[in-house]
């Protein structure tokens, strides 16, 4: 444990035996900007009038929300497919624009965006997840309870070559419900389970998750009965928390003095 903790805080740790991990923001990055990658594709698909990185931001991110909030879990309850959500949202994000194209146009615009987001050229690891994950392997069970694409997971944590660090994969879009919901950490302590040796039993706080939204990751895991990290990327200007808009459970002990307590800047000090 880093010498910043308290001697508290390192007990507290010592019981660990599974760590959760939220994804993006905590492990991965985008390669790019996401909306400089939108314009880009614009261009190359030579949108007539293609818009720029700028015009894109304010409609991506009322589509997103827009989409999320109606077809919750990329689509999972209305049995969409996740590129179908996707889709919808980019559509939308570009009628929000002022930008209206034909069907051909769009999906040639389309298919390179959902091109580059299945790419190495997508995404990129945080700098202290390398190293975090090497120092961590060996001690604990390691784990991904994420709100990010099922695609992400499944694609680009393999190409990144980071899939072999983990027992167990939990998206919102297989369970249906996003952090913090509590059913989604249910799911992640039901597969952290599974994989214990025969005979032993896993307690709540003997898991740990990490992850850069307090809402979604430290508030709902702590509301869950986990033991939480609040990964603060605030001073990483490549790192946004698109989904600003969740609301954090209240927990037993909330108070800004506990989240500051249990709050890291970098995967460097666990």
Known sequence: AASVRTSEIVEEMSKIKVISLDVTGTLLIHKYPIMETYADCARWAKLPNPPSSEELKKPFKEAYFKHLTEFPCFGHDELMSSRDWWIRTVKTALELSGRHYSDAEFHRFFRRVY???????????????????????????????????????????????????????????????????????????????????????????????IGDSLAADFCGAKASGFQALFLDRSSNPRVTVYQDWLRAPHYDGKSEEDIAKYSISSLFQV
């Open 115 to 209: 091109q580059h987001y299945g790419s190495l050229e997508g995404y990129e690891r945080l700098a202290d997840a390398d190293m975090f994950l090497e120092n961590v392997k060996s001690k604990y069970m390691l784990g991904i309870t994420t709100n990010t694409p099922v695609r992400t997971v499944e694609t680009v944590l393999p190409m990144l070559g980071l899939h072999n660090y983990f027992k167990w994969f939990v998206c919102s879009r297989d369970v249906g419900v996003e952090k913090p919901g509590k059913r989604i950490f249910d799911e992640a302590f039901e597969q952290a389970q599974f994989w214990m040796p025969q005979g032993e039993t896993l307690k709540r706080d003997e898991v740990l998750h």
